[in-house]
């Protein structure tokens, strides 16, 4: 089982960018799916998660501005970030977790936001 991200790039302060993540191979069971980020000298953290039943949770940072879906039938889930600003600068990672896959991970993708 694999998570590919995609979607990162450069963008100007205000702009806009679509995180697309795929799993390849078959997940069992019912699985949240969420997007994280991490800032060069910063820890990674949570940017939003969708749970199997489309509840979302999002950062403080975020709220407002990012949207978190999720396709079941492509087993995908995307972030939309709009409003971006340099603060948003960091890779992002896509992560899968449940009760029988644990924690996964894709490789994740750059998001540059210049000022």
């Known amino acids: 089982v694999q998570l590919q991200a995609s979607g990162g790039g450069l963008v100007q302060t205000g702009g806009s960018l679509r995180l697309s993540c795929v799993v390849s191979?078959?997940?069992?069971?019912?699985?949240?799916m969420g997007w994280y980020r991490q800032a060069p000298g910063k820890q990674r953290e949570l940017v939003a998660v969708?749970?199997?039943?489309?509840?979302?949770t999002y950062a403080d940072s975020v709220k407002g501005r990012f949207t978190i879906s999720r396709d079941n039938a492509k087993s995908a889930t995307y972030l939309q970030m709009n409003g971006l600003n340099p603060e948003d600068t960091a890779v992002y990672y896509c992560?899968?977790?449940?009760?029988?896959?644990?924690?996964?991970w894709g490789q994740g993708t750059q998001v540059t936001v210049s000022s």
């Open positions: 992560n899968a977790f449940g009760p029988f896959i644990g924690q996964l």
């Open positions: 969708i749970s199997s039943g489309g509840t979302t």
């Open positions: 191979g078959r997940i069992l069971g019912n699985n949240g």
